[in-house]
């Protein structure tokens, strides 16, 4: 197996810092998922932690070692990154992309694909659904399936360590559910460690076993998503109103965005959960709302 873990590692694109002092252990064999406000750096840690940024102080170890000390081949065939945004166009068929991913394993510059390399692409092919459209342009699907083409190729590496920015970006939910799902399977079969980026909190809450919360450059919080993500949290790094139920299907936090409008909802929240109030709530005073509140209809 694979370890990485950052040591105050500060990060920069020429004279801006983006990231100070940072550490972070990434748990081997388990899912991480790094939060944070837009910019807030979640990209930039990613690229660092995958080598593809020097830093301007602190260090990043692979399996103990400066992973700058670590060839780029030696890096690739352990660790698979996945960028947020991937090259609009390719010119490749869906196979000859997944078949990018075994590069690294391959031997000398013109290394020629063995029967483990087919094996891999088509295991990738198949666990991304992407089977029936393995011959198509990857530049001709939607941009859900390249989306699911890159993890694709990112997936047919079967590297120790995959980190993966914002995997998810242009599925529909259903799309989202089945890639999180389907790398949480690579994770309890394979064991393979992964670091991902996601937007969106409550999936970050159902499928992480470790979280990191990035605020303006600065790890501020990492844990078990039950103990980091709490309202006064929300509110501190993204300024969110929030309450936070139980989620009934997996038992994580579930964020319930509060705004400004639907304050019915933030009354039926308070009440136990499970258990819906038993009738209309009767007109309340909000503390920090509009003076007068009558329920809805
Ligand atoms: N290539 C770049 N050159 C200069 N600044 C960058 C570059 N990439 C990101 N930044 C800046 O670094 C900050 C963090 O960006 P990023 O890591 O992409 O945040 P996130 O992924 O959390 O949205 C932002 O202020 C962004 O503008
Ligand atoms: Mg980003």
Redesign the pocket.
Known sequence: MTTLRAVDLSLA??A?H??RDVSVEIPEGRVTV?V????????????GLGRMLRPTSGVVLLDGKDIHSRSSKYVATVMGLLP?DAPEQTGLTVAELVHRGRTPRRQGLFGRSGPGDEEAVRRALELTGLGPVAERPVDDLSGGQRRRAWIAMALAGETDVLLL??PTAFLDVAGELEVLDLLTDLNRRSGTTMVL?LHDLNLAARYADHLVA?KE?QVVRQGVPAEVLTEEFLSDVFGLRARIVLDPVARTPLIVPIGRHHSYTAIACRHPLGQEPESKPAPVRLVDGPPEFAGPG
């Not at 944070?36 to 690229?47: C, E, H, V, Y």
């Open positions: 694109y020429g801006e983006v990231l790094i944070g406000a837009n910019a807030s750096g979640k990209t930039t840690l990613l690229r947020q920015d914002e980026v990035l450059g």
